[in-house]
T-cell receptor, first 112, second 113 residues
Framework: GQQVMQIPQYQHVQEGEDFTTYCNSS?????IQWYKQRPGGHPVFLIQLVKSGEVKKQKRLTFQFGEAKKNSSLHITATQTTDVGTYFC????????????FGGGTRLMVKP | DAGITQSPRHKVTETGTPVTLRCHQTENHRYMYWYRQDPGHGLRLIHYSYGVKDTDKGEVSDGYSVSRSKTEDFLLTLESATSSQTSVYFCAISTSVGTGELFFGEGSRLTVL
């Protein structure tokens, strides 16, 4: 079945440093979504990427979808303590949204 | 806030007992999902529903059943709970077909002793 791998599993950074998490799928995806989960909270939708090579930005967050639509990345510039949490990618293989497959998540810890 | 309520939020039970988790939504969305979250595994889909009495299995459906007799309620049942089902369970809804963006409930933490 479809697998979505995410690395790294954990990342400690000093506040102000950059952070990147990578997501790789074993199959081509129709779209990929990113979620953030604060400690003790529930996942919250951040963004969806649909087009090959697509790049989207949300303030200090930059999301990329690979040309082959099998990988994606989330880059945070100049991390802040408010960025703490676990970031998940989720791949949709049939564009129906019915069967999202989540990566294992990257837990980001930021030292002030 | 997509109007999703999960109950109970916390439950401790013993192996072999039945458990039912409830997900309630207030906005009549068609698609509802149950995920479980375990360290290192992300979120794994248990079952989902695309309408009243229309449900289908996800990737980790063994040991779980679901029912949806009303649009607003999606129930997840563990007929005979096992320790491996200790987890945090999240209900989610999708507000539009094709977009796939999920809105999650607050989660239900289940401990099976």
């Amino acid at each position: 079945g479809q697998q979505v791998m995410q690395i790294p599993q954990y990342q400690h950074v000093q506040e102000g440093e950059d952070f990147t998490t990578y997501c790789n799928s074993s199959t081509t995806l129709s779209n990929i979504q990113w979620y953030k989960q604060r400690p003790g909270g529930h996942p919250v939708f951040l963004i969806q990427l649909v087009k090959s090579g697509e790049v989207k930005k949300q303030k200090r967050l930059t999301f990329q979808f690979g040309e082959a639509k099998k990988n994606s990345s989330l880059h945070i510039t100049a991390t802040q303590t408010t960025d703490v949490g676990t970031y998940f990618c989720a791949g949709d293989r049939n564009n129906a949204g019915n069967m999202l497959t989540f990566g294992g998540g990257t837990r980001l810890m930021v030292k002030p | 806030d997509a109007g999703i309520t999960q109950s109970p939020r916390h439950k401790v039970t013993e192996t072999g007992t039945p458990v039912t988790l409830r997900c309630h939504q207030t906005e009549n969305h068609r698609y509802m999902y149950w995920y479980r979250q375990d360290p290192g595994h992300g979120l794994r889909l248990i079952h989902y529903s695309y309408g009243v009495k229309d449900t289908d299995k996800g990737e980790v459906s063994d040991g779980y059943s679901v029912s949806r007799s009303k649009t607003e309620d999606f129930l997840l049942t563990l007929e005979s709970a096992t320790s491996s089902q200790t987890s945090v369970y999240f209900c989610a809804i999708s507000t539009s077909v094709g977009t796939g963006e999920l809105f999650f409930g607050e989660g239900s933490r289940l401990t099976v002793l």
